[in-house]
Each structure stands twice: as C-alpha cells, then as structure tokens.
C-alpha cells in the first residue's frame, strides 16, 4: 500500500513544484539525466549481474519489439487510408510502439510485486525497448520525417552511448563470467538505484500538462486505445491463451505492455518535429488513462497467471 501511495505522492510533487513555478519550466530534464546516467546504470547493475538467464526471459524481451513492429504496420496502414499527414503518423506509430517500462514501470511493478519483480522489467525495459526504441524507433523518426536522416553509423552509435545499455552490457559480462561484486559495491548501485522511483515519478508529474482544446484529441483515443487496450489484448491472447505461459515473469510482462506511452519515445517523436504538441498531450493523458486500465490487466494477469 505504501509503494501504491508513493506513486500518487511523487506525481503530485512533480505536478505542483512545476504549477506553482517553485522549479523552471524544463526542470524535469535535470531528472531525467540523473535517471538516465546515474539512477538506472546503477539499478541495471544491482540487478543484472545476479539473474538467472534462460529462456523464461525471451518472451518479455520480445514483448517491446512486438509492440513497435504492431503499431507500424496498423497505424502506417491506418494513415494510409485515412489521409493523414506524415508527421502525425509517424509519432502515433511511436508513441503507442512503446510503453513506460521504466519511468513508470519500475514502480507501478516495484509496489506490486516488491523488488524481485524488477529483474523482469529491466529484461523487459534494456534489450527489449530500449535496443527497439534505438534503432526501430529511429528509423520510423527518420521515415516519417523531414529533418536530415540519421546514418546507420550514428543508429549504432546512440545505442553503444546510452549509459543504461552500457551497464546492461556490463552487467550481462559480470553474470556469464559469474563475478562476484563486493557487498560494499553493491550497496552503492542499491541507492543510487533506488532514487529511480521517486526522481522518475516526479519527474513524469512536472510534465503533466492537459489542453482540452487541442486539435489532437481524436488521434489521442485512436492511440490509447491500442496503447492500452488492443496490445495488451493480444499478448494475453498470444502468451496466455496461444503460448500457454504462467508465473510471475508473463504476468508482469502483461502488466508492462499495457502501460502507458514511453517518455523517451516521445521525445525522439518531438526532436524530430513529429507534432511535438501531440506527444506532450499523448504523454500526458496515456500517464492518467493507464491508472484506470492497469488495475483491469492486473486482475486479469493474476487470475490467469
């Protein structure tokens, strides 16, 4: 209960220290950086090194990229037919290929399954959206728009440079070769790790922000509505049903597809002029609308898992 109250707590810090204009407007980027090249390195290695890897782990990495590669061919269809414009194609393809597995993610799983449940979502999180987001991602960002394209070279580059990827590949290093880390170490990466929730949450509240008269409302539902609802119907469909798989890893890996849009999704949508408008609105209101439909896909993971 207290994680669960945690979360409501740290939004509504974000939201009101960038109401009431206690911080600057683009604050919420100091904690991303620090969540980026500190906090999550840090979780990556408290955890990484000490999971057991084997073929339980392939069907959450392959969750992300099933989403991306689902939402390009339905919504590049769907733009097709309905005649919309480049721009706001390429970033629905983008905000709804990809979920908040960490920002969000790791402390919606933290309070409902404690910390064993963070393993799975760093899986989840690392090689599967993150590698996705890096090159599927940016390959759409650049298909769908009109800034200069970004080579091959540079794709590969933005993946080796991403702090949290480097310490996944370290971590990885450290659990084959089966290293040992000092105790002591290993308290560092503990809290430096554990400021991801709150600086995530708080982080993501500063950045709540809704305009009920935008343009974008119609594309927002069409989104949402298979960000939050068809996709995680069909890895239900497909691990539960299909696949037939149990247990804690496919019920939180349910629980994962069905979470709200990726921040760092749409920032890659917006520094590539892919209606930057849209994916503030889309961010926002998928955070929200994701607190009334996570409840329903985790009942329905706990009662079939």
Same mark, same amino acid.
């Given at each position: 209960?207290?994680?669960?109250?945690?979360?409501?707590?740290?939004?509504?810090?974000?939201?009101?220290?960038?109401?009431?204009?206690?911080?600057? +407007?683009?604050?919420?980027?100091?904690?991303?950086?620090?969540?980026?090249?500190?906090?999550?390195?840090?979780?990556?290695?408290?955890?990484?090194?000490?999971?057991?890897?084997?073929?339980?782990?392939?069907?959450?990495?392959?969750?992300?990229?099933?989403?991306?590669?689902?939402?390009?061919?339905?919504?590049?269809?769907?733009?097709?037919?309905?005649?919309?414009?480049? +721009?706001?194609?390429?970033?629905?393809?983008?905000?709804?290929?990809?979920?908040?597995?960490?920002?969000?993610?790791?402390?919606?799983?933290?309070?409902?399954?404690?910390?064993?449940?963070?393993?799975?979502?760093?899986?989840?999180?690392?090689?599967?959206?993150?590698? +996705?987001?890096?090159?599927?991602?940016?390959?759409?960002?650049?298909?769908?728009?009109?800034?200069?394209?970004?080579?091959?070279?540079?794709?590969?580059?933005?993946?080796?440079?991403?702090?949290?990827?480097? +310490?996944?590949?370290?971590?990885?290093?450290?659990?084959?070769?089966?290293?040992?880390?000092?105790?002591?170490?290993?308290?560092?990466?503990?809290?430096?790790?554990?400021?991801?929730?709150?600086?995530?949450?708080?982080?993501?509240?500063?950045?709540?922000?809704?305009?009920?008269?935008?343009?974008?409302?119609?594309?927002?539902?069409?989104?949402?509505?298979?960000?939050?609802?068809?996709?995680?119907?069909?890895?239900?469909?497909?691990?539960?049903?299909?696949?037939?798989?149990?247990?804690?890893?496919?019920?939180?890996?349910?629980?994962?597809?069905?979470?709200?849009?990726?921040?760092?999704?749409?920032?890659?949508?917006?520094?590539?002029?892919?209606?930057?408008?849209?994916?503030?609105?889309?961010?926002?209101?998928?955070?929200?609308?994701?607190?009334?439909?996570?409840?329903?896909?985790?009942?329905?993971?706990?009662?079939?898992?």
């Amino acid at each position: 209960m207290a994680s669960i109250l945690l979360i409501f707590i740290c939004l509504l810090v974000g939201y009101l220290l960038k109401r009431y204009e206690f911080v600057e +407007a683009y604050s919420f980027r100091s904690f991303n950086t620090l969540i980026i090249y500190v906090a999550l390195p840090a979780l990556t290695l408290q955890y990484i090194p000490n999971i057991e890897i084997n073929t339980d782990l392939i069907l959450p990495i392959l969750m992300p990229w099933l989403n991306i590669l689902l939402s390009w061919m339905l919504f590049a269809y769907i733009g097709r037919k309905l005649g919309w414009g480049r +721009a706001i194609t390429g970033a629905i393809i983008l905000l709804t290929g990809f979920g908040n597995t960490s920002f969000v993610g790791i402390p919606i799983i933290q309070a409902l399954y404690g910390k064993a449940g963070i393993e799975t979502v760093i899986m989840i999180d690392q090689p599967g959206g993150f590698v +996705a987001l890096s090159t599927l991602g940016i390959l759409i960002a650049n298909i769908y728009s009109d800034k200069q394209q970004l080579t091959a070279s540079g794709i590969f580059k933005n993946i080796l440079m991403f702090p949290p990827f480097i +310490a996944f590949v370290l971590g990885f290093v450290l659990n084959v070769t089966q290293v040992n880390i000092p105790a002591e170490i290993n308290t560092i990466f503990s809290t430096l790790g554990a400021l991801v929730v709150p600086l995530a949450l708080i982080s993501v509240g500063m950045q709540l922000r809704l305009d009920f008269k935008s343009i974008y409302w119609k594309y927002i539902w069409i989104g949402l509505g298979f960000k939050l609802l068809l996709f995680p119907a069909i890895i239900f469909v497909l691990y539960f049903l299909i696949f037939q798989q149990s247990g804690q890893v496919i019920q939180i890996t349910l629980i994962e597809a069905a979470m709200a849009p990726m921040i760092t999704a749409g920032i890659v949508a917006s520094n590539y002029d892919l209606e930057p408008r849209y994916c503030s609105l889309m961010l926002s209101v998928g955070l929200l609308a994701s607190f009334l439909t996570l409840p329903l896909w985790y009942g329905v993971a706990m009662f079939f898992g």
